[in-house]
């Protein structure tokens, strides 16, 4: 059974830099295929996909986000974790990380399954 | 980048068929997922790729893609339906490629 727990700080302050760790189980993020997405849904809006690593350490990011971002694994802990750089309290949001299959087709698209995800406020 | 349209709301009587639009530009051109969320949980995987399900989801849940819009059906619901519901495409001509909609609430009655 694969399971994600996203974990870090409730309340961070602006311009400080967030930290957010998935911690996983039922899969190897050094097999084949095998990516982890950081995604996360502001109150009233769409989730935003936020950043993918994949088991040979490719990593895409959001590209109005992408040098604020940085996505990393350690792989021996069965760990991704997310930093956000600069946070403003337009970034107040619920965080989640997501597992991506490996696919011996085209890619798979889709993200299944999610953490409970972890609310982080920012304010001062 | 692509945009995906979905109702605010939907109402449902228990043992009523709903039926959930997710609207976008040739949408019927793309692959379309839909998830389920309640609240304080993550979202759950119910239809992939417009049509398959994952292992331990209804046959109750199904999904369709044509056009402009694709439609996630939920028949016979039960009050454990009701959460938010949203679409999901791969836009692999951008490059941020997951896009989602804004979900659509489904109110067993």
């Known amino acids: 059974q694969i399971t994600l727990k996203e974990s870090g700080p409730t309340l961070v302050k602006p311009t400080q830099t967030l930290t957010l760790t998935c911690n996983f189980a039922?899969?190897?993020?050094?097999?084949?295929?095998?990516?982890v997405g950081w995604f996360r849904q502001p109150p009233e809006k769409p989730l935003e996909w936020l950043a993918l690593?994949?088991?040979?350490?490719?990593?895409r990011y959001r590209p109005s986000l992408k040098n604020r971002l940085t996505v990393s694994k350690d792989t021996s802990k069965n760990q991704v974790v997310l930093s956000m750089t600069d946070m403003d309290p337009m970034d107040t949001a619920t965080y989640f990380c997501?597992?991506?299959?490996?696919?011996?087709?085209?890619?798979?698209?889709?993200?299944?399954?999610w953490g409970q995800g972890t609310l982080v406020i920012v304010s001062s | 980048s692509y945009v995906l349209t979905q109702p605010p709301s939907v109402t449902v009587a228990p043992g009523q068929t709903a039926r959930i639009p997710c609207g976008g530009n040739?949408?019927?051109?793309?692959?379309v997922h839909w998830y389920q969320q309640k609240p304080g949980q993550g979202p759950v995987l119910v239809v992939y790729?417009?049509?398959d399900r994952p292992s331990g989801i209804p046959a109750r849940f199904s999904g369709s893609n044509s056009g402009n819009t694709a439609t996630l059906t939920i028949t016979r619901v039960e009050a454990g339906d009701e959460a938010d519901y949203f679409c999901?495409?791969?836009?692999?001509?951008?490059?941020?490629?997951?896009?989602f909609g804004l979900g659509t609430k489904v109110t067993v009655l």
């Open positions: 997501a597992y991506r299959a490996p696919s011996d087709g085209p890619p798979t698209t889709w993200f299944d399954p």
């Open positions: 039922g899969f190897s993020l050094t097999t084949s295929g095998v990516g």
């Open positions: 690593i994949y088991w040979d350490d490719d990593k």
């Open positions: 040739n949408i019927g051109g793309k692959v």
């Open positions: 790729e417009d049509s």
């Open positions: 999901q495409v791969w836009d692999h001509s951008s490059d941020q490629p997951y896009v």
